[in-house]
């Protein structure tokens, strides 16, 4: 399985299993570190819309694998029979394990993860790449604490500007996925932004926006898109978070912030010292 990547990685446990891939732990004896890798089983791969996504995956990490908060592709190996992608090793907590861990985050301790995660998104947006499965799952953090975006396994060229071209689809992750994604219509990169508006949503609550008993149940509150603030979960949550939140999980796209003007608004440019409300 690992003949051609033994030669350069000690290949270590298991660390976890996605849609496409199973990723490991690996270890470089020629400099001494750890790392991750991704492997992908050509056999398991069911049409030519997931070879694409095979062959696009390590193209797009290397694209945009020089900005802090993404995961760093370092090399690719690839046989007849499998596609091996070694990257930076997050050993950390993801985010979905500290929001459950924590329940919540006070605005202070939100704001710079919350910030590096949409500085990584707008990062990947100039780029002309959307990730579209944004979710705590995907945010990684290193040894450092420093926040790393993965996955790109769903990841879609879009162009660059506000001529992009339009994606089209159904990918991403019940609660996190956009309400035109889920309504069959062509949809633009600011799916992204209102994925991360859910996470931010999350963090500040400990509860979701939309939810049901299903994945179905799910889906029909997202296209609803009845955004409220209950007062249980809010009543400590600022007014300036309140409207950053609404200005991204904002059905109307053409209204809906993009991941620059998110990172120009108050509350990120405050670091979340907005006074929090009692």
């Not at 976890?16 to 400099?31: A, D, K, N």
Request: net charge negative; proline share 4%.
């Amino acid at each position: 399985m690992f003949q051609t990547l033994n030669n350069d990685f000690q290949i270590l446990e298991e660390l976890g299993r996605g849609r496409f891939g199973t990723i490991f732990r690996c270890f470089s004896p020629l400099s001494g570190e750890f790392f991750a890798c991704k492997t992908i089983s050509k056999t398991h791969l069911i049409d030519s819309i997931d070879q694409e996504c095979l062959d696009k995956e390590p193209k797009i990490l290397n694209l945009l694998s020089n900005h802090p908060n993404l995961t760093h592709l370092h090399k690719v190996y690839e046989d007849d029979k499998y596609l091996h992608i070694i990257m930076d090793l997050c050993s950390g907590e993801d985010l979905f394990d500290r929001i459950s861990r924590s329940g919540f985050f006070s605005e202070r301790e939100a704001a710079p993860v919350f910030t590096q995660l949409i500085g990584a998104i707008a990062h990947c947006h100039r780029m002309g790449v959307a990730h579209r499965d944004i979710k705590p799952d995907n945010v990684l953090f290193d040894s450092w604490g420093r926040l790393k975006l993965a996955d790109f396994g769903s990841a879609e060229w879009f162009g660059d500007g506000d001529e992009g071209v339009k994606m089209s689809g159904i990918v991403g992750t019940p609660y996190y996925v956009a309400p035109e994604v889920l309504m069959g219509r062509e949809y633009s990169e600011k799916v992204d932004v209102w994925s991360a508006g859910v996470i931010l949503y999350i963090m500040l609550s400990g509860v979701p926006p939309f939810y049901g008993e299903s994945g179905g149940e799910i889906f029909e509150a997202v296209v609803r898109g009845n955004l409220r603030f209950p007062t249980k979960h809010f009543r400590a949550v600022s007014t300036q978070a309140k409207d950053l939140l609404r200005k991204m999980i904002c059905k109307d796209v053409n209204r809906r912030l993009s991941a620059e003007q998110v990172l120009r608004h108050p509350w990120v440019i405050n670091g979340g010292e907005m006074g929090e409300e009692t």
